[in-house]
């Protein structure tokens, strides 16, 4: 080994000292942790694509790693978050929220609200029946359909969680200033706006026509 590599060595124990990641006692795995989180954030999976010549857009490639990372994120945050409501931490509150700004909504409508599958969705809305967080009952409309509202429990677990949920949603947008916020939820709005057509409207549609909507 020659000299350079203390060098770089001791240039990178110092850069790991100056960062967030480093604690009073952190240890050689925290280190070899944030050696390997560093490289992860340097070496896209674009640039290995790049290397196999495939043909790829970096920025679009970036935004899908972005955008994945930040919901694994956000889940494990809610979770924290909600951790003194164990009813509500696999996204049933996502469900309870609707239903507390959109009262009467058919199942279908509350799943759809919520961007999930029917499969999924039907999960989250038993548990919160079985919790007795919300009730069901026959559509006037259309005796197939049930109709869904929160209870007097569901109402009290809302007005409990309200607090830990903006606690959890203000540490999800970092610091990032409220100029940043504001843009940041304006391009997401217009984001989501594209995406919940797609659901709507080509859900069962294969990727090679959803593309065509994209050009």
């Known amino acids: 080994m020659n000299t350079d590599f203390f060098i770089d060595l001791l240039l990178q124990v110092k850069d790991f000292e100056n960062s967030e990641a480093c604690k009073p006692n952190s240890k050689v795995d925290d280190f070899r942790r ?105 559509d006037m409309e259309d005796k197939r359909s049930k109709r869904l509202n929160i209870t007097p429990k569901g109402e009290e677990i809302f007005h409990q969680s309200v607090e830990k949920v903006n606690i959890t949603s203000k540490i999800l947008s970092g610091k990032l200033e409220e100029e940043e916020k504001n843009e940041l939820l304006q391009i997401l709005k217009k984001l989501n706006e594209f995406h919940a057509h797609l659901y709507q409207e080509h859900k069962n549609s294969d990727i090679d026509k959803i593309i065509q909507f994209v050009k």
């Open 34 to 138: 944030w050696m390997n989180d560093k490289k992860y954030r340097e070496e896209s999976p674009t640039k290995l694509l790049k290397n196999e010549k495939h043909q790829v857009s970096f920025t679009e490639n970036e935004i899908c790693k972005q955008v994945l990372l930040l919901s694994r994120y956000s889940k494990q945050l809610i979770r924290k978050g909600l951790g003194d409501f164990p009813e509500l931490a696999n996204e049933e509150f996502t469900y309870l929220y609707r239903l507390k700004d959109e009262r009467d909504l058919t199942k279908i409508q509350l799943i759809e609200r919520n961007g999930h599958e029917k499969q999924t969705g039907t999960q989250i809305i038993k548990r919160l029946l079985e919790y007795g967080l919300v009730e069901e009952k026959n």
